[in-house]
């Protein structure tokens, strides 16, 4: 009896256990789908409604116009000039006796100081005879004005009232004391040329300069005609500069000391760097235009070009080519850009609000190599192509550079990459987890 009911259960536990040996599996394996299911559906994603809509668009950089200073510094080449120059020559005729040591060319001298002596030999026996000449001359106005005063009383003894006065002028010896004060005058006019001519044997600086050349040694005989050196004042140069006309407009030439023209700096890179300038302003435009370029021509006055005499570092050379910047005055609607940013035509590219490309017309009052300024129809503020683009159209699509890489979602990298990678491990993992139960499953059994 006991073994017939022990075969029942024997069946029993048999069919139980190949049940749970194909329902497990299967369980586990249902479980896993879902854990893959729910992982995948609660993946961090990008928002679809910032992605660039045209995959086709160029990628640019974009810089915004800004507006123009009140006053804009436009650049102009010019070469440096004395504002004030001079050949020396002696006033008289002779042999050189000396020579100042300062007159050499480059150094400086100041106003009144002698820079060559004529011999005075000759100019001193004028000046004796002159004054020999006058001596004379006075003894014989003396000697008249005597024999007046005899005629005088023997005119009284005759009596007055019985002569004309035409009579008694030549009773008075009248004309030859006229002709004798005459004399005195004319003697003592060689007096004093001969004194001139004497004082002018010493060749005097006639204002404070430089020596630009000497043409003269000691022990030449020169003349009133011959030039002894060339001089140049060093109060004021001049900068002779060459702008386009249509510059002019922003500049003003000096109308009195008290309102000086336009201010200007005066760069001598070569010299004395990228940094230092001297300091002048607009003196005056000249009347004709140069004759090749058709340039304005535009002086710039640099007062004491040379500075203090120790200081050679910043002295302003004659004949130098130097860069001046001058102070210009802008309309009160005009933006500055970069050159560059100006294309071909006066052409500027803009990015418009539905991010395409706009190619507008502008009207460029200045340009030089680092800058532009336009005026009436570009406003500060709006964002300008700085990106070079090969065949550009109107309203070609275009992307921003900075705002491409926030919204590019297709890189594996950032929240999406790590959810990626996050579901493609569950999704491998679950092959391995129904190994795992289907051996231990048959171990136990």
């Given at each position: 009896?006991?073994?017939?009911?022990?075969?029942?259960?024997?069946?029993?536990?048999?069919?139980?256990?190949?049940?749970?040996?194909?329902?497990?599996?299967?369980?586990?394996?249902?479980?896993?789908?879902?854990?893959?299911?729910?992982?995948?559906?609660?993946?961090?994603?990008?928002?679809?409604?910032?992605?660039?809509?045209?995959?086709?668009?160029?990628?640019?950089?974009?810089?915004?116009?800004?507006?123009?200073?009140?006053?804009?510094?436009?650049?102009?080449?010019?070469?440096?000039?004395?504002?004030?120059?001079?050949?020396?020559?002696?006033?008289?005729?002779?042999?050189?006796?000396s020579l100042n040591d300062n007159l050499a060319p480059g150094?400086?001298?100041?106003?009144?100081?002698?820079?060559?002596?004529?011999?005075?030999?000759?100019?001193?026996?004028?000046?004796?005879?002159?004054?020999?000449?006058?001596?004379?001359?006075?003894?014989s106005l003396d000697t008249e004005q005597g024999q007046q005063?005899?005629?005088?009383?023997?005119?009284?003894?005759?009596?007055?009232?019985?002569?004309?006065?035409?009579?008694?002028?030549?009773?008075?010896?009248?004309?030859?004391?006229?002709?004798?004060?005459?004399?005195?005058?004319?003697?003592?006019?060689?007096?004093?040329?001969?004194?001139?001519?004497?004082?002018?044997?010493?060749?005097?600086?006639?204002?404070?300069?430089?020596?630009?050349?000497?043409?003269?040694?000691?022990?030449?005989?020169?003349?009133?005609?011959?030039?002894?050196?060339?001089?140049?004042?060093?109060?004021?140069?001049?900068?002779?500069?060459?702008?386009?006309?249509?510059?002019?407009?922003?500049?003003?030439?000096?109308?009195?000391?008290?309102?000086?023209?336009?201010?200007?700096?005066?760069?001598?890179?070569?010299?004395?760097?990228?940094?230092?300038?001297?300091?002048?302003?607009?003196?005056?435009?000249?009347?004709?235009?140069?004759?090749?370029?058709?340039?304005?021509?535009?002086?710039?006055?640099?007062?004491?070009?040379?500075?203090?005499?120790?200081?050679?570092?910043?002295?302003?050379?004659?004949?130098?080519?130097?860069?001046?910047?001058?102070?210009?005055?802008?309309?009160?609607?005009?933006?500055?850009?970069?050159?560059?940013?100006?294309?071909?035509?006066?052409?500027?590219?803009?990015?418009?609000?539905?991010?395409?490309?706009?190619?507008?017309?502008?009207?460029?009052?200045?340009?030089?190599?680092?800058?532009?300024?336009?005026?009436?129809?570009?406003?500060?503020?709006?964002?300008?192509?700085?990106?070079?683009?090969?065949?550009?159209?109107?309203?070609?699509?275009?992307?921003?550079?900075?705002?491409?890489?926030?919204?590019?979602?297709?890189?594996?990298?950032?929240?999406?990459?790590?959810?990626?990678?996050?579901?493609?491990?569950?999704?491998?993992?679950?092959?391995?987890?129904?190994?795992?139960?289907?051996?231990?499953?048959?171990?136990?059994?």
């Open positions: 009896m006991s073994a017939s009911t022990d075969r029942p259960d024997t069946r029993r536990r048999s069919w139980w256990a190949r049940l749970a040996t194909i329902v497990l599996p299967l369980g586990i394996l249902a479980a896993a789908i879902v854990v893959g299911v729910m992982l995948f559906a609660n993946r961090p994603t990008a928002d679809r409604s910032t992605q660039v809509d045209k995959p086709n668009a160029r990628l640019v950089t974009l810089t915004p116009a800004e507006p123009a200073p009140e006053t804009l510094m436009i650049s102009a080449n010019g070469t440096v000039e004395a504002a004030q120059a001079t050949e020396l020559r002696a006033r008289v005729s002779g042999q050189i006796l150094t400086r001298f100041d106003e009144g100081d002698v820079l060559a002596r004529i011999d005075p030999a000759d100019y001193r026996l004028a000046l004796d005879q002159a004054q020999t000449e006058l001596a004379k001359a006075q003894a005063a005899v005629a005088r009383r023997e005119l009284k003894l005759v009596g007055p009232e019985n002569v004309s006065d035409k009579e008694r002028n030549l009773a008075l010896r009248g004309p030859q004391l006229a002709s004798a004060r005459a004399d005195v005058r004319a003697a003592q006019s060689q007096v004093a040329q001969a004194r001139l001519d004497l004082s002018r044997t010493r060749v005097k600086a006639p204002f404070d300069g430089i020596v630009t050349a000497r043409s003269a040694s000691v022990g030449d005989v020169v003349s009133s005609t011959e030039t002894l050196a060339n001089l140049a004042a060093t109060d004021a140069y001049w900068v002779n500069l060459s702008l386009p006309v249509d510059q002019l407009r922003w500049l003003h030439a000096a109308e009195s000391s008290a309102n000086p023209g336009s201010a200007a700096r005066v760069y001598y890179r070569d010299a004395w760097g990228p940094d230092a300038y001297l300091a002048g302003h607009v003196l005056r435009v000249q009347a004709q235009l140069e004759e090749q370029g058709r340039l304005a021509r535009v002086l710039v006055q640099v007062p004491h070009p040379l500075g203090a005499p120790s200081n050679n570092d910043q002295a302003l050379l004659l004949g130098s080519y130097v860069t001046t910047r001058l102070s210009a005055q802008m309309p009160d609607d005009s933006v500055v850009i970069d050159a560059s940013l100006v294309r071909e035509n006066n052409q500027v590219w803009l990015m418009s609000d539905d991010n395409t490309l706009e190619i507008r017309q502008v009207n460029v009052v200045y340009r030089d190599d680092n800058q532009a300024v336009v005026t009436g129809n570009l406003a500060p503020g709006e964002m300008l192509v700085s990106s070079d683009l090969s065949a550009p159209i109107q309203d070609m699509p275009l992307r921003v550079e900075s705002a491409d890489r926030a919204l590019d979602t297709t890189a594996p990298d950032g929240a999406a990459a790590n959810a990626q990678a996050r579901d493609e491990t569950s999704l491998r993992m679950a092959p391995a987890y129904t190994r795992l139960a289907g051996a231990d499953t048959v171990a136990a059994s």
